[in-house]
């Protein structure tokens, strides 16, 4: 592959990553999130101080950056407790933009310059670029894909089926919703972590506009047009939206119109997304797949 194919699909699997921790919160708690870029950027971000300023290998930041991500996810959760659909959209579509703005002025994080320097990946002694670095992208999807399946076959994916479906009803069974919300949170904000921190060494330079709120915009989209709530759905979407801006390149200024145009589309036509339940790409391959198992 060329080497622009592979930063293409580098990017693609990177998002990915982020687009599947967004679709725990979401698809699986049902939790509003239109700030998903700022935990991505939280992720870049660490991962970039602790390897410019204090001199850690990736391999040693990485459980940090997981652990801050969560950590911050989860105080950043904590309003979702109190506050449900528009009000929780609202809130976190502030935290992106008081996360970007604190990357973009305080001079600790780089200020408007970013920050640049970022070393790459060492693996047993190699430096990490192109095909090698997106295979270590594609391990880290299949692991956050093996957690998500994972989630859908545990208890605590009923608990957070119960929550988004009726949280009255759950907390009557005895379902606490604050415990299941943060429990979302903090997994699926560890995901943006882990995804910002591959970008942040892929990059090697990072700014706070890499995080803005067309990214969440973005994101939301790339999850909605796949499927909430399935496994693959991230996937597809990530894969389709990352595909579409390279082939369509003279509209790539119009981009946050094609994705504000295809959220409404999409909600209003297909609210479960390509590989939702009730999705026109399900109801054609059903009966292809009963004619295979028959």
Not at 16 to 33: E, F, K, R, W
Request: net charge positive; hydrophobic share 55%; charged share 10%.
């Amino acid at each position: 592959m060329s080497s622009y194919t592979i930063t293409i699909g580098t990017i693609i699997v990177i998002q990915a990553i982020a687009v599947c921790g967004l679709n725990v919160i979401v698809g699986y708690a049902g939790q509003i999130s239109l700030g998903h870029a700022a935990f991505f950027g939280i992720g870049a971000y660490t991962a970039a101080m602790l390897s410019t300023k204090a001199g850690l290998s990736f391999w040693t930041a990485l459980p940090l950056v997981i652990a801050i991500g969560g950590f911050i996810g989860f105080l950043l959760g904590l309003p979702s407790i109190r506050v449900r659909e528009d009000f929780l959209a609202i809130t976190t579509i502030g935290i992106n933009f008081i996360v970007e703005a604190v990357f973009r002025y305080v001079p600790f994080f780089g200020g408007a310059l970013g920050i640049g320097g970022i070393p790459r990946i060492v693996f047993f002694g190699e430096r990490l670029k192109g095909m090698t670095f997106l295979l270590l992208c594609l391990v880290f999807l299949f692991l956050v894909l093996l957690v998500c399946w994972w989630l859908t076959r545990c208890w605590a994916s009923l608990a957070c089926y119960a929550v988004r479906d009726e949280e009255s009803a759950a907390s009557t069974m005895g379902i606490s919703h604050v415990r299941f919300k943060l429990l979302a949170f903090v997994i699926g904000t560890s995901m943006a972590a882990l995804a910002g921190s591959l970008y942040a060494h892929y990059m090697q330079f990072i700014n706070a506009g890499d995080f803005s709120f067309p990214v969440s915009v973005g994101f939301l989209s790339m999850l909605v047009l796949g499927g909430m709530g399935t496994i693959w759905g991230p996937v597809i979407g990530t894969l389709i939206l990352g595909v579409l801006p390279e082939i369509f390149r003279p509209l790539v200024d119009y981009r946050i119109l094609f994705y504000t145009l295809l959220l409404l589309l999409m909600i209003r036509f297909q609210p479960g997304g390509l590989l939702g339940e009730e999705s026109a790409m399900r109801r054609v391959l059903a009966p292809i797949l009963r004619r295979g198992k028959a």
